[in-house]
């Protein structure tokens, strides 16, 4: 019988095993729209629909005015958390070399991890209002990170803080004061708020273009989301995140502690 999948998939199907058998090995040129068709006696649609699910799936990458090649699909290393740092974004190591559980002392274990932050006050969007248990609506602090490891992006992360928690305080602005960088429960107990447990979702979804662009992925590309929840003694919900990383390049690492 013959092969009742849609051309297009086929076509993306068999360029899959042709690297994952080694046929097509990292840096190799896909073969051109025009050998695509011939082979296929498909159409340009049909061939530029498969090359877009072979970019999708992290085979190939595109260069602009050269063409379509194999992309290195090798993990780039492990993202480390432990119940002692679960604040804290997650450590990077990277083929053998463990960053720190402070990023700002990651390269003195041969990992350089960086990171950029911008906070805006917005309204609560309902998704994140519904989590941290607040109206829709409400005023909240948004803070964007990114980090890079080697200079390589490594991981997003946006963060969601109640304004009536923290505004007017010291602690206000996670990346300035005289708490900065401290790491939601470090920067809480100076305003007497103890934070006594978090939880973390972990899921994937196919990356945004921005995520895409800022990550080095196509649009589209699986990515992994870790949605963390920080809640204080009276079971309140203090802080809110959502951490990106790509799926094909990262693992994560849970490290847990057990008490009796």
């Known amino acids: 019988m013959g092969d009742s999948r849609p051309v297009y998939l086929r076509i993306a199907d068999d360029l899959r095993q042709r690297i994952d058998e080694g046929a097509l090995v990292v840096g190799d040129r896909i073969p051109s ?30 260069q602009f005015g050269r063409g379509v090649f194999v992309a290195d699909r090798a993990p780039l290393g492990t993202l480390l958390r432990s119940t002692g ?8 190591k990277i083929r053998g070399y463990a960053a720190g559980d402070d990023p700002s002392r990651a390269g003195d274990r041969g990992t350089a991890l960086t990171w950029e932050a911008s906070s805006s006050e917005t309204p609560a969007p309902a998704g994140i209002a519904e989590r941290l248990g607040i109206g829709t609506g409400e005023p909240v602090l948004c803070t964007q990170y990114e980090y890079l490891a ?15 928690i923290t505004e007017g305080t010291d602690v206000a602005l996670p990346e300035r004061g005289p708490y900065a960088r401290r790491g939601v429960r ?11 447990r978090a939880r973390e979702l972990v899921g994937s979804r196919p990356a945004t273009t921005p995520e895409a662009e800022a990550l080095g992925c196509a649009a589209g590309q699986c990515v992994t ?22 799926a094909d390049r990262w693992r994560l690492e849970y490290t847990i502690a057990f008490t009796s």
């Open 186 to 196: 470090g920067r809480l107990a100076a305003i007497g708020i103890r934070v006594v």
């Open 150 to 164: 080697n200079r390589h992006p490594v991981q997003l992360a946006t963060s969601w803080e109640p304004l009536t």
């Open 225 to 246: 989301v870790v949605e963390r929840t920080h809640f204080d003694g009276e079971d309140r919900a203090v802080e809110t995140s959502d951490i990106v990383v790509r």
């Open 33 to 62: 729209r025009s050998e695509l068709k011939r082979a296929y006696e498909a159409s340009d649609q049909t061939v530029d629909r498969a090359v877009r699910v072979l970019k999708a799936a992290g085979y190939a990458e595109g």
């Open 85 to 92: 740092a679960v604040d804290s974004p997650f450590a990077a």
